[in-house]
């Protein structure tokens, strides 16, 4: 098996037991560095990126709490809290399907470019997309304009467990060959 292939294979979202280890900004911005090379087409690199590093976490999480509801609030904020810091990531929205398509395709190639160098460095990813990412109280919060989407946030943090692997469907069971 091909080191890629390899990688590929093994990542797994981290969504838990995150180890008590800071996720620096020069980290996130080199795994970035590499990550926006993935295709994107037209080259509109529909993407910007709001960290919150460790020190601003407590802050941030405080903030975004408030936009839930007062009997969500406990859960949110030990919900939040686990990650050792947050990337939010920001796609670029085109009023044309076709290119609003190509946005979120490039989106998604340059996240998983980003989940395979993190976990090369043992560093946990998940992309999350819970319903707040669509709430304009939470756009207000970041700075999220008018023609742009929070594509997700990504959870990040060191850890010592891998989960186990969720089994995938084998190919043949979806794959077909035209005409046959
Ligand atoms: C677009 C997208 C959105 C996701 N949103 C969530 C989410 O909101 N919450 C979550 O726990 N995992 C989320 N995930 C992670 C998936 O649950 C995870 O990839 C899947 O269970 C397979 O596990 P693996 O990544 O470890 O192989 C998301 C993944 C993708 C690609």
């Keep these: 098996m091909t080191n890629i292939a390899k990688t590929i294979r093994e990542r797994r979202s981290i969504k838990a037991g995150y180890i008590d280890k800071e996720v620096t900004q020069e980290t996130v911005l080199s795994l970035l560095e590499d990550a926006v090379w993935a295709p994107n087409h037209g080259l509109r690199e529909p993407w910007r990126f709001i960290f919150v590093p460790a020190d601003e976490k407590e802050g941030f999480v405080e903030d975004l709490v408030k936009t839930f509801p007062p009997d969500m609030r406990d859960n949110r904020r030990n919900y ?101």
Excluded: C
């Design 80 to 180: 939040f809290s686990q990650p050792a810091a947050i990337l939010v990531v920001v796609m670029t929205e085109d009023p044309r399907q076709k290119q609003w398509d190509e946005n979120f395709g490039a989106i998604g190639a340059m996240i998983q470019n980003f989940q395979l160098l993190a976990w090369e460095q043992q560093l946990g990813v998940v992309w999350k997309t819970n319903p707040h990412i669509y709430d304009p109280k939470v756009h207000e919060l970041l700075g999220v304009e008018k023609g742009e989407k929070i594509a997700g946030f990504l959870h990040l943090g060191y850890f010592d467990e891998v989960p186990p692997a969720k089994k995938r469907t084998p190919i043949e069971d979806k794959f077909s060959v035209y005409g046959k």
